[in-house]
């Protein structure tokens, strides 16, 4: 099964290995710390660049930042 992050992106929910808020988990500084060091490894794909509501975590190492909350996301992986 596949799930519609936004924009032109759509991934296979078998690579997903987590989705997170961004408000609430980038609070913590080893969070920000993975993020800054995947964006440094270029490993950060933004869906868009809209105001990212949540971040999603694949078995294939990338990172996609989108403007979609976790709900909506979880919504769509069922």
Request: proline letters at 3%; aromatic letters at 10%.
């Amino acid at each position: 099964m596949y799930v519609y992050l936004g924009g032109d992106t759509v991934i296979n929910t078998d690579m997903i290995t987590g989705i997170f808020d961004m408000d609430t988990s980038t609070v913590n500084k080893a969070t920000r710390d993975f993020l800054s060091k995947a964006e440094k490894e270029k490993r950060v794909v933004y869906v868009n660049y809209e105001l990212p509501k949540s971040f999603v975590v694949c078995r294939d190492k990338k990172i996609y930042v989108c403007p979609l909350n976790t709900a909506t996301l979880l919504k769509r992986c069922k």
